[in-house]
């Protein structure tokens, strides 16, 4: 059964700071792996997704990594502003067709002005 | 483009009633998935429709249902309410692309069971 690990499960930074965020799973059989972030009480945001046969993807100051054979993937967040403020969530897809994702339980991070 | 939509925002019941949730995916998705989120539980998946057929379900009990009609918008119904089944409840769309299979989140129905 494919389980899904955030660490840590909450993070606080000072503004400017360049910080990691840290995914694993336990089945390596995976097709993508999806970062998203939420705000409170709202919907999920995509952020990026990484394909099974990638090993990197990057969108401005987010840079998210897959290492499928050792069940991890880290988002690396350059320059963090007030405005990253919010939860993280990982989610791995195992079947290549369809929606079924496994999430993590998020990482809340708060980054002080 | 105009993004996931999902109606309504917010619902209060009691136990023992009934409820619809309605999602409506982005243009040209095909396949719309539903998740509940609990503080509790976190994320989890209920089930996908892809061209009106459920193609892959969660865990759930059977009192969680769904439908997907022909221009892919889909409903979730709960029956007979219970206190647990208080959460946000998300939709997901996405257009198949194998492997390339991002999903987009509309914003959540809030439903509150007293």
């Known amino acids: 059964k494919q389980e899904v690990t955030q660490i840590p499960a909450a993070l606080s930074v000072p503004e400017g700071e360049n910080l990691v965020l840290n995914c694993s799973f336990t089945?390596?059989?995976?097709?993508?792996l999806q970062w998203f972030r939420q705000d409170p009480g709202k919907g999920l945001t995509s952020l990026l997704l990484?394909?099974?046969?990638?090993r990197e993807q990057t969108s401005g100051r987010l840079n998210a990594s897959l290492d499928k054979s050792s069940g991890r993937s880290t988002l690396y967040i350059a320059a963090s502003q007030p405005g990253d403020s919010a939860t993280y969530l990982c989610?791995?897809?195992?079947?290549?067709?369809?929606?079924?994702?496994?999430f993590g339980q998020g990482t809340e991070l708060s980054v002080k002005p | 483009k105009a993004g996931v939509t999902q109606t309504p925002r917010y619902l209060i019941k009691t136990r023992g009633q009934q409820v619809t949730l309605s999602c409506s995916p982005i243009?040209?998705?095909?396949?719309v998935s539903w998740y509940q989120q609990t503080p509790g539980q976190g994320l989890q998946f209920l089930f996908e429709?892809?061209?009106?057929?459920?193609?892959n379900k969660g865990n759930f009990p059977g009192r969680f249902s769904g439908r997907q009609f022909s221009n892919s918008r889909s409903e979730m119904n709960v029956s007979t309410l219970e206190l647990g089944d208080s959460a946000l409840y998300l939709c997901a769309s996405s257009f198949e692309r194998g492997a390339y299979n991002e999903q987009f989140f509309g914003p959540g129905t809030r439903l509150t069971v007293l």
């Open positions: 089945d390596s059989a995976i097709y993508n």
């Open positions: 429709y892809f061209s009106e057929t459920q193609r």
């Open positions: 989610a791995v897809n195992t079947h290549n067709q369809g929606g079924k994702l496994i």
């Open positions: 990484i394909q099974s046969s990638q």
């Open positions: 243009s040209g998705h095909r396949s």
